[in-house]
């Protein structure tokens, strides 16, 4: 049984672009959440979809974006790049409900 | 919100020595508390969880314990190993919402062989 699966695993980009990071989720689970974790810091809730539509939101800009597909997998997107956008972006699934979350492995995001 | 502190931020130990993390959090609506290892260039993996109904919870060297009234929990590691070098992350979720658990800021472990 795969786990939650993450790509790419590591991306560069410039100030001003724009990013797509992928996600698949553990098999079973219809709940996928995204954290940015930056260095030395716990992951911090960026936002979560279930049933396709954004659940709930942290406190991050508008320039973070999602969307959730038929099959569960998400998207979070990520506009206008910063350099303080520079990350371990974190996608975490489960099931519906109080269920424990499951962690991908990251993708590294640098922002030069 | 929920606020979660963790103790201490650096904890280095010699291989076989016992390893305590202390964690406190702010929202008396919390009820579940997991714990997450996080090696390095990896997410975290959760390693052992305990709900507000429980006091202790153990499982082969790792251990939890919860105290509700002084809204604090620990992760207490016996016999340690250098494989159990990593980060380790508390987090404190509430009952009601979305479910969505807020992290402490980690504790790095270092187990000297």
């Known amino acids: 049984d795969a786990g939650v699966t993450q790509s790419p695993t590591h991306l560069i980009k410039t100030r001003g672009q724009q990013v797509t990071l992928r996600c698949s989720p553990k098999s079973g689970h219809d709940t996928v959440s995204w954290y940015q974790q930056a260095l030395g810091q716990g992951p911090q809730f960026i936002f979560q979809y279930y049933e396709e539509e954004e659940r709930q939101r942290g406190n991050f800009p508008d320039r973070f974006s999602g969307h959730q597909f038929p099959n569960y997998s998400s998207e979070l997107n990520v506009n206008a790049l910063l350099l303080g956008d520079s990350a371990l972006y974190l996608c975490a699934s489960s099931g519906t409900g109080p269920e424990t979350q499951y962690f991908g492995p990251g993708t590294r995001l640098l922002v030069l | 919100g929920e606020n979660v502190e963790q103790h201490p931020s650096t904890l280095s130990v010699q291989e076989g020595d016992s390893a305590v993390i202390k964690c406190t959090y702010s929202d008396s609506a919390s009820n579940y508390f997991p714990w997450y290892k996080q090696e390095l260039g990896k997410g975290p993996q959760l390693i052992i969880d305990i709900r507000s109904n429980v006091g202790e919870k153990k499982d082969q060297r790792i251990a939890v314990t919860l105290n509700k009234t002084a809204k604090h929990f620990s992760l207490h590691i016996t016999e340690t190993q250098p494989e159990d070098s990593a980060v380790y992350f508390c987090?404190?979720?509430?009952?009601?919402?979305?479910?969505?658990?807020?992290f402490g800021r980690g504790t790095s472990l270092i187990v000297h062989p």
């Open positions: 987090a404190a979720r509430p009952t009601g919402g979305s479910y969505i658990p807020t």
